[in-house]
């Protein structure tokens, strides 16, 4: 009978440690919180000022519900004791930054901003454990961190010093894995049933491809961009795809640079190319060669327009009636009017009109037009 009362007196008080852990905790949470917005914020605009394109940066300081939850898990070892006696030195989220990019490139200049930014004290790979731990999972790499000795040492950081913050650095795909896993019933392949574990395995493999797939899209469209501006340059204009980078490399270098020209106008007028019947930028040049776009530009606002709005000038002038009739806005009523005044002005003012038909064979293979 005494030794079940010792038996009993030893027994450990998981409620007590579950409300004492609150208690602790509660009286740090604004510093743990405080660390990981300073953190967030210096992962931000450090991403910023690398220019990295990214999905998002999310922070935060682990809710004490959450800690305390975690802080009563049974010991692996020895079920009857938690597995974190201290959990607010054991626990090393307190503090958590997470880091989503589009791209799995991304992750290795994510790794070295961080490495460049922080003080690693310890990095995994989470995706290597998960074979081992007979666990359905996700990729992602995890870091523990802490200011390094230069930020640590500024009056604003100072209170921070030596404080552990992880990091999470994973694909936008990988986190939509993570998210959903959260409601799978099953965490083991020794415990799932056969049909479900093939799908899971199924599942993770598309989505291990997609990820490879996204890259190589955009490792191939980098390529691309690369080339067609080398075509470009060169004058290897019937090789090059009419896109809106290689359409704004051959702009600049044919009417000037314009830094006022967003991404989405280029977008637009590569539509517009596409809606007249061009294919290359060797049509593009046969069509608009021997006009001049400063002049046609004056005449008809009375001074040099942007870009674009120069170069849709020249097309209306080479093209005449085709360009109105081809045009986004054909079939608005209230288009034609303007650009077939636009016509007559330029007539009066001894401009040629010209008839080029990009879908005409002969067109392909013409020489530049000269006006005269």
């Known amino acids: 009978m005494t030794t079940g009362n010792h038996s009993n007196q030893q027994k450990f008080d998981f409620l007590q440690h579950e409300q004492s852990t609150i208690t602790s905790y509660l009286k740090v949470y604004n510093f743990w919180s405080e660390l990981t917005i300073a953190n967030k914020r210096i992962i931000e605009e450090s991403i910023k000022k690398r220019s990295i394109q990214i999905h998002s940066v999310e922070g935060r300081a682990k809710s004490p519900t959450s800690l305390a939850k975690k802080a009563i898990t049974p010991s692996d070892h020895d079920p009857s004791k938690p597995k974190y006696l201290q959990p607010l030195k054991e626990i090393t989220d307190l503090s958590a930054v997470r880091i989503i990019t589009f791209f799995p490139k991304t992750i290795e200049l994510i790794d070295a901003l961080l490495k460049e930014e922080f003080e690693i004290l310890e990095f995994s790979d989470k995706s290597k454990n998960l074979l081992e731990d007979e666990k359905f999972g996700y990729q992602s790499v995890h870091y523990l961190v802490k200011l ?14 030596g404080a552990i913050t992880e990091i999470q650095v994973r694909t936008i795909l990988q986190h939509a894995w993570a998210e959903i896993e959260h409601d799978i019933q099953y965490k ?3 415990t799932i049933p056969t049909d479900i574990r093939r799908r899971f395995m199924a599942l993770a493999g598309l989505l291990e491809i997609a990820d490879r797939e996204f890259q190589a899209i955009q490792d191939d469209d980098q390529e691309l961009t690369i080339r067609a501006e080398s075509l470009v340059n060169t004058g290897k204009l019937s090789e090059v795809e009419i896109t809106p980078s290689a359409l704004k490399t051959y702009l600049n270098r044919k009417l000037g640079a314009d830094g006022r020209m967003s991404d989405f106008s280029y977008d637009w007028t590569v539509r517009l190319l596409k809606k007249l019947g061009f294919k290359n930028f060797q049509q593009i040049e046969n069509c608009i060669s021997g006009y001049d776009a400063d002049q046609i ?8 327009q942007g870009q674009l709005t120069r170069f849709e000038y020249l097309l209306l002038t080479a093209m005449g009636e085709r360009y109105i009739e081809r045009h986004h806005f054909a079939g608005q009523n209230w288009y034609g009017k303007l650009p077939r005044k636009q016509l007559k002005m330029l007539e009066d003012a001894s401009i040629k009109i010209g008839n080029f038909d990009p879908l005409s064979i002969e067109e392909e293979i013409n020489t530049p037009l000269n006006p005269g």
């Open 188 to 190: 083991s392949s020794t």
């Open 297 to 304: 530009s004056r005449i008809l606002e009375g001074k040099r």
């Open 148 to 161: 390094n000795s230069t930020r640590s040492g500024l009056s604003e950081y100072e209170r921070f010093s």
